[in-house]
């Protein structure tokens, strides 16, 4: 048996928060995706949205894009190199997790 406090190390806390994971998983899907979007895809609100970003770019997870398209304010998202390594690493000790798992 594998020892369950190595795949657990490599659990993130960042992504303990089910938005935050839901984010980092839109955000893979995409090269860049802005802030309408991912509030309507994950059914947030602006506030509750901002602050998940946030918290995600604090720990350098998330690029951050913002322009005018026309003349309207437009802030897209993209995942940074160290947020997919971090996402991906944390979505592989989750299958490792799993897979300890009887059922």
Not at 30 to 54: E, P, Q, R, V, Y
Not at 70 to 80: E, I, V
């Amino acid at each position: 048996m594998t020892d369950l406090r190595s795949i657990l190390a490599n659990l993130d806390k960042a992504f303990n928060n089910r938005i935050r994971l839901a984010i980092m998983t839109a955000l893979s899907q995409n090269d860049w995706t802005d802030f309408n979007a991912l509030k309507i895809a994950l059914d947030l609100t602006d506030g509750n949205l901002a602050s998940h970003i946030a918290a995600l770019e604090e720990c350098d997870y998330v690029k951050v894009k913002k322009r005018f398209i026309g003349k309207k304010p437009n802030t897209s998202y993209s995942l940074s190199e160290r947020g997919k390594r971090a996402y991906f690493v944390h979505l592989n000790a989750l299958k490792e997790l799993m897979s300890q798992t009887k059922m």
